[in-house]
């Protein structure tokens, strides 16, 4: 298993920032993308920001500009810095990291791993 572990969420002004980071632990062989993702109340869960292992990048049209993504393969983590906040940006937001790690049985080789964050509470007030 891979577990991820979020932190970084919080309650903000309009216009403040917050940073979100996410670290995944395992026998993690490699790492092929990593993405934040969020859910307001009521709507569905929509990617923010993304990265590959090669560190391609792509964001929801909402978020660009605001809303760096990085992410270090060697140490698994991935992080997004959000800066100009907005009532709008009050949400759920979850870590996807998708990748290879071995099996618990290293003999048997490896398996693919797509796994979410536990979800952090990020609130702007107007």
């Known amino acids: 298993q891979v577990p991820l572990v979020e932190s970084g969420g919080g309650f903000v002004q309009a216009g403040g920032s917050l940073r979100l980071s996410c670290v995944a632990s395992?026998?993690?062989?490699?790492?092929?993308?990593m993405g934040w993702y969020r859910q307001a109340s009521g709507k569905l869960r929509g990617l923010v920001a993304g990265i590959t292992s090669g560190g391609r990048t792509n964001y929801a049209d909402s978020v660009k500009g605001r809303f760096p993504i990085s992410g270090d393969n060697a140490k698994n983590t991935v992080d997004l810095q959000m800066s100009g906040l907005k009532p709008e940006d009050t949400a759920v937001y979850y870590c996807n990291i998708r990748g290879l790690r071995w099996r618990d049985d290293p003999d048997r080789g490896l398996i693919s791993f797509d796994v979410w964050g536990q979800g952090t509470q990020v609130t702007v007030s107007s």
């Open positions: 395992g026998s993690i062989l490699r790492i092929n993308a």
